[in-house]
């Protein structure tokens, strides 16, 4: 992929938010996405929407309602299943108004990540959008519990790697919100960290997920 003639490293940090907004769809662009065959799974998409915030930009990342009937109360970027004639781009938007409350225009979009296959028999395609000075999101209490703002300088920060029962291989964790975020979400959003932020060719769709994910 193409590198930024300084490296990538951090100095993302400090940059306005316009260079920054440039800064990260350069990578997307300069990324060569990996793909995956549904082969009977299901086609969904998640979207990572950086908003610019009084302390610098970052994303939300919503807690699932107790009521639902998949993965209730685990932590997830906005997201789910493609409808008919979707594709992931107009999926991620559309979660994003249904959970969220916020409208934006596919211009937002920058780019994509790799495609991430769960244990729960989906393919997910990660979108990434820059939305700017957006209003604040208004959740959708059937589907989101809790919002929480995430700086991006927060998710700018090494993984641990755990092993999972019954797998020989190993799942990605993310130290955040006083606890550790779990695979798939923290697959995704560790890619997003070394591609959009760094800069560096970083594939996750071999990690795995904790057991209770697979579901």
Not at 43 to 62: F, K, M, R, S, Y
Not at 64 to 75: F, K
Not at 120 to 141: D, E, F, H, M
Request: hydrophobic fraction near 45%; charge should be negative; aromatic fraction near 6%.
């Amino acid at each position: 992929m193409r590198v930024d003639e300084d490296g990538g490293g951090s100095s993302w940090r400090g940059v306005p938010a316009e260079q920054l907004r440039d800064r990260v769809a350069r990578a997307l662009d300069g990324f060569s996405r990996r793909g995956i065959e549904l082969d009977g799974r299901k086609a969904a998409a998640v979207l990572i929407a950086i908003a610019e915030g009084d302390g610098g930009p970052g994303i939300w990342l919503t807690e699932r309602s107790a009521g639902l009937r998949a993965h209730a109360g685990q932590l997830a970027l906005p997201g789910g299943k493609l409808d008919p004639g979707e594709d992931a781009e107009a999926a991620g938007l559309r979660e994003l108004a249904e959970e969220l409350g916020i409208v934006v225009s596919r211009s937002a979009v920058l780019g994509l990540l790799d495609d991430y296959p769960t244990r729960s028999g989906y393919v997910i395609t990660p979108v990434v959008a820059w939305l700017g000075r957006s209003r604040a999101p208004v959740p959708n209490p059937a589907e989101v519990a809790v919002v929480h703002w995430i700086p991006l300088a927060e998710l700018d920060v090494e993984p641990r790697f755990a092993p999972v029962p019954g797998s020989d291989r190993l799942a990605v964790q993310l130290p955040l919100l006083g606890g550790h975020l779990h695979a798939p979400t923290a697959a995704i959003l560790h890619q997003f960290r070394e591609v959009a932020l760094h800069h560096r060719a970083t594939r996750v769709d071999h990690m795995d997920q904790p057991r209770f994910a697979w579901e």
